[in-house]
């Protein structure tokens, strides 16, 4: 189990804790909700990101509404938290555990109806702290996993951060990395910078650092140097969404790295929960992608280079083809191409 605690619940007092990862790796300060529209907030303003994380806020930011509302009406109480969900919906648009754990929330209101407004608030509340363990429980199965697969001794490349901060608490792509950590099988890590918001500079990399994993920075486009020079033996990342072909969205420079790892014979391992998989959409060509602020591209911080007047695109991710994918790490198992019958065999 990682010590760093991206999320946690006062079940006494009913808030939210985020650490607030716009602002490391040099401050480290948690922020603290007890209002849905403000959890959507932080959602959106990557105070808490990954799509693990997104999912298990979310839940959090549902069981506020139904906090919120202190009267005995249920369908006063309904509504209140329908509107929490809605406004939680429109936070982000392509991590699918986002709109998940929305959906499992709302199964669960919609079985509720009628009830005493106090149990509404108990059981929405208990199903937020199910995600939430849940969200551990599967990051630890996904890094044992993910670890039978990382050779001996090896030199792993990562992009963006899939680590304890892009969870509940473990990982991904990092739970990878720190169960094969643990087995004494890893002997350097590779930390893309990820650009724009250099989630592998500011987080993975603290990540590293704060758990002793042996890790070195690099800008992303030094990967197919370091890869070309023979640096490199393995590739995991983890997913905002994963289509029923296979086809996965991560972070925007994801699938120049898997093109790269494809030309020099490099495994490129996807670790994602089962609720990362979007069997509703039949490839990555129907995977939404989020455009974000021009102004992160512009500059980092108070700092501007670009000159004013410049267009800017700034899509925050990218879809990888399950062609150029090694395997699919979930907690329920490895799949291996082809992955549409492997993926529709998981939703059985």
């Known amino acids: ?22 602002r490391l790796p040099l401050v480290e300060t948690h922020l603290h909700y007890t209002d849905p529209t403000e959890v959507a907030g932080a959602i959106r303003g990557l105070v808490v990101r990954g799509a693990p994380a997104i999912g298990c806020a979310a839940a959090f930011g549902t069981a506020l509404g139904a906090v919120q509302y202190t009267g005995s009406s249920f369908e006063e109480l309904d509504a209140r938290v329908r509107d929490a969900m809605g406004v939680l919906a429109r936070s982000r648009p392509t991590a699918v555990n986002l709109f998940w754990a929305l959906d499992r929330m709302e199964k669960l209101l919609d079985s509720l109806e009628g009830r005493d407004c106090g149990e509404v608030r108990e059981a929405l509340e208990g199903e937020a702290v199910r995600i939430f363990a849940e969200d551990l429980a599967a990051c630890q199965a996904m890094g044992d996993f993910g670890a039978s697969l990382v050779p001996g001794n090896a030199r792993i490349l990562t ?3 899939a680590g304890a901060l892009a969870t509940a608490g473990y990982g991904t792509a990092l739970g990878v990395i720190r169960s094969a950590h643990r087995d004494g099988k890893v002997s350097m890590v590779w930390v893309d910078e990820t650009r724009p918001v250099l989630q592998g500079a500011r987080l993975t990399a603290w990540e590293m650092v704060r758990e002793m994993i042996p890790a070195t920075l690099i800008t992303d486009n030094m990967a197919g140097a370091v890869m070309a020079a023979g640096k490199v033996d393995f590739v995991v990342v983890g997913s905002d969404r994963i289509a029923a072909n296979g086809d996965v969205a991560n972070k925007i420079g994801t699938y ?19 609720s990362t998989i979007d069997f509703e959409i039949p490839s ?3 995977i939404p992608i989020e455009e974000r602020d021009p102004e992160e591209v512009a500059g980092y911080g108070s700092e501007r280079w670009a000159p004013e007047g410049m267009r800017i695109y700034n899509p925050a991710f990218d879809v990888t083809p399950a062609e150029l994918i090694t395997a ?5 198992g490895i ?3 082809p992955y549409a019958p492997a993926i529709a065999n998981i939703q059985r």
Do not use: Y
């Open 284 to 286: 990555g060509d129907g």
């Open 256 to 274: 120049s790295v898997a093109v790269l790892a494809r030309r020099h014979n490099i495994p490129f391992v996807v670790a994602a929960p089962v």
């Open 335 to 337: 799949l291996m191409p």
């Open 159 to 161: 992009h963006c951060n």
């Open 1 to 22: 189990m990682s010590p760093i605690q991206p999320i946690q619940w006062d079940p006494d007092r009913k808030v939210l804790t985020l650490l607030d990862q716009t």
């Open 328 to 332: 699919i790490v979930t907690e329920r």
